[in-house]
């Protein structure tokens, strides 16, 4: 009797326990997912105040690249509106090949009395040499399209297509060459045909030109004096 009698009672305790020890697990529980969003707050806050640091950085930089390309923009329209005037100026221009051989020279003679051009041959041979003549010798040399023209003190030159003519300033004396013919002119006005001329014959007004194998003299009045053939 006495066994069967204290068998019941004894359980009651046991699932009170148990119950108390369920709610003590529930209690830390909450307790530790309390803990944990406490402690998640601070992690959270820093990576929001980096993320927005980050923005703001971000914000500056596109604000300088934008004032940046005003500021470029702006100068790029000032620049094409302003006429561009450049000047370069040296003592002596060279021109070298993708060898380094000296092609081309503009320079002042060694006493700069005189500004000289060169062009070189790639063995270094002189090609072409242009230089102004000494400094207050009135030698110039002009180059307009086809013509070019010398002038020195009192002389005068010109050099156009099928001609060359060289005259003395304030006198009829020149030479003339042309294609076919070169023509001689003194300071009387005396003159003397080579190569083709023209001629006209007096009585009848008829127009012919001689063979460049000829020769004609003419007096200062511009008649024929002599001539062979």
């Keep these: 009797m006495s066994t069967g009698t204290d068998g019941p009672p004894s ?14 697990k529930r209690t830390n529980g909450k307790k530790e997912r309390q803990e944990e969003v406490t402690n998640s707050h601070p992690h959270d806050l820093g990576e929001l105040h980096s993320r927005l640091a980050a923005l ?14 005003l500021v470029l923009t702006a100068s790029l329209a000032v620049m094409g509106q302003a006429p561009s005037k450049k000047i370069i100026e040296a003592n002596e221009f060279i021109l070298r090949d993708d060898s380094g051989k ?7 003679e060694e006493t700069q009395s005189a500004a ?23 030698t110039k040399m002009t180059l307009s ?9 009192g002389e005068f ?12 300033v304030g006198e009829p004396s020149r030479m003339e060459l042309g294609r076919g ?12 045909n080579f190569g083709e001329t023209e001629l006209v014959k007096p009585s009848t007004g008829e127009k012919h030109t001689t063979s460049a194998a ?15 053939p």
């Design 102 to 108: 000296l092609r081309a020279r503009l320079s002042l």
């Design 11 to 24: 359980s009651a305790p046991s699932t009170e326990q148990g119950t108390q020890n369920e709610e003590a």
């Design 56 to 69: 703001e950085k971000q914000n500056r930089r596109f604000r300088q690249l934008g004032a940046a390309l």
């Design 157 to 168: 030159g010109l050099l156009v297509p099928d001609m060359l003519l060289m005259v003395k």
């Design 116 to 138: 000289t051009f060169q062009l070189f041959e790639p063995n270094g041979t002189e090609k072409v040499h242009i230089d102004s003549g000494a400094s207050g010798a009135g």
């Design 145 to 153: 399209g086809a013509a070019i023209a010398f002038s020195d003190v």
């Design 181 to 192: 013919r070169l023509r001689l002119t003194d300071a009387q006005g005396f003159s003397a």
């Design 214 to 228: 000829s020769v004609v003299l003419f007096d200062r009045n511009k008649n024929v004096i002599w001539k062979a």
